[in-house]
């Protein structure tokens, strides 16, 4: 906990160096997972006038009225497609953005639990080395929006119980409700936070967690009438998405053969921390330095509870049979916290054993592996990422359009969903399956 200034520089150059590696192939190419196409297609329609906030705009043929998510997030992003103008590479720069500002409050929590913002790569470590994690960083996905206003909220909860001052929680429900704005029902699960808050700190009541969390339901709820009151269309979207995705989609469409599904992709993403962690264990407990895994004490219950803020983020989507990996990604950066705050006692004391000569090495080392990954990037400008054959048959086949905003294909190709994006993200072009042109 007293290292100096430097002895941390390797590890930033390594995790920055790490990151730029890990999405060398996805960063600077074109090609997205077809969910981030169609999305940054309605926020591209929505910066241009196609479509509004509350009734987005998808194409001709597939959602004219886009209300399957809630339309937040797609509205920020068109704010970027307005100040930057429509080019392939907005939606990348505006996930990337998404997941640079979880980094930044992943860090900021971890200041505000440790008192030392220098040790922050630790968590951040351990939250990029889960495959998820890098892969949507420039997927575009609207969890990469939610992610950032759930890591808010628990921030200014964190900050409002430092403080003792109730107007952090009232702050915190605002962010919350931008969070459920953003992508729906899974980024309310920081409402049990004061309730793990409170369990775990002797010089509370555990009742006062629950009432705060019954606080925050309240404010929530005042915050969504006066939206509706405010913007009385709101009321009507939030109804039909509701009834779309969360009764339609969410209780109704399957898309795994298991409720357990998300609990293997759980463990599948904490594989990688799980091992690192449990190294440093081994040798915490068999080094002649301390015995103990928790060396300092507060680490120990916010271990505790960022691991069952966590679980509680990614458990409750058993409930639905409609599950996806992604849909756990605002929960992923606790676990990372929770395995840092193990992990904390056990990497100071093995810093501390550096040598002079060792520590003379590791930053031209770290900085090798960052230059890599710079390297890497730039060789893969003009490249294509993923769907090479697809975006170059849209490109081929804009002109010969004629400028036409409809064009037939057939029945087969009209159920590749992939398809609707890249041509209304390219060419602001509609499919048809033929036989519906015929009728």
């Known amino acids: 906990m007293t290292q100096n200034r430097s002895n941390n520089t390797p590890f930033w150059l390594l995790l920055i160096g790490l990151f730029l590696i890990l999405v060398s192939k996805s960063l600077l190419t074109e090609g997205m997972f077809f969910d981030g196409v169609t999305y940054a297609s309605v926020s591209r329609n929505m910066a241009e006038g196609q479509g509004t906030f509350w009734n987005p705009h998808y194409t001709l043929t597939l959602y004219p009225e886009f209300r399957q998510h809630p339309p937040l997030a797609l509205g920020m992003e068109a704010l970027f497609f307005k100040a930057l103008g429509d080019h392939w590479w907005v939606e990348k720069a505006y996930s990337v953005l998404m997941f640079l500002l979880s980094g930044l409050f992943i860090a900021l929590i971890w200041k505000r639990t440790t008192n030392n913002l220098r040790w922050a790569w630790l968590p951040l470590l351990f939250w990029l080395v889960m495959p998820l994690v890098t892969w949507s960083a420039t997927s575009n996905l609207l969890e990469n929006t939610m992610s950032v206003f759930v890591l808010l909220s628990v921030f200014l909860m964190i900050v409002g119980y430092q403080r003792n001052h109730k107007i952090w929680l009232l702050l915190s429900a605002f962010t919350l409700l931008l969070a459920f704005l953003s992508k729906g029902f899974t980024g309310l699960f920081p409402l049990v936070f004061p309730v793990l808050y409170c369990a775990f700190d002797p010089k509370r009541r555990w009742i006062q967690g629950p009432i705060d969390t019954f606080l925050l339901m309240v404010t929530l709820s005042l915050l969504s009438g006066v939206m509706f009151l405010v913007f009385p269309a709101s009321f009507a979207y939030l109804k039909d998405y509701f009834n779309l995705q969360v009764i339609g989609g969410g209780l109704h469409e399957v898309t795994t ?23 440093l264990v081994i040798c915490k407990t068999k080094s002649k330095v301390n015995s103990k895994v928790f060396e300092f004490p507060p680490d120990k219950a916010w271990f505790y509870r960022f691991l069952i803020l966590g679980l509680l983020g990614v458990l409750p989507i058993m409930v639905s049979v409609k599950q996806r990996d992604f849909y756990m990604l605002a929960a992923l950066p606790f676990f990372a916290l929770a395995f840092g705050h193990l992990s904390l006692s056990m990497f100071t004391a093995f810093t501390l054993k550096i040598t002079p000569n060792l520590h003379k090495w590791m930053t031209p080392g770290a900085s090798a592996i960052l230059l890599i990954g710079i390297v890497l990037n730039l060789c893969n400008i003009g490249k294509y990422g993923r769907d090479e054959a697809l975006i170059k048959e849209v490109k081929q086949r804009i002109p010969e359009s004629e400028g036409d905003n409809v064009i037939e294909i057939s029945p087969q190709e009209y159920t590749q969903w992939a398809k609707h994006a890249y041509y209304m993200r390219y060419g602001k072009i509609s499919l048809n399956p033929t036989q519906q042109l015929n009728n």
């Open 257 to 279: 053969t298991s409720r357990f599904y998300i609990v293997f992709a759980l463990l599948q993403q904490l594989a990688i921390p799980c091992v690192l962690a449990l190294v």
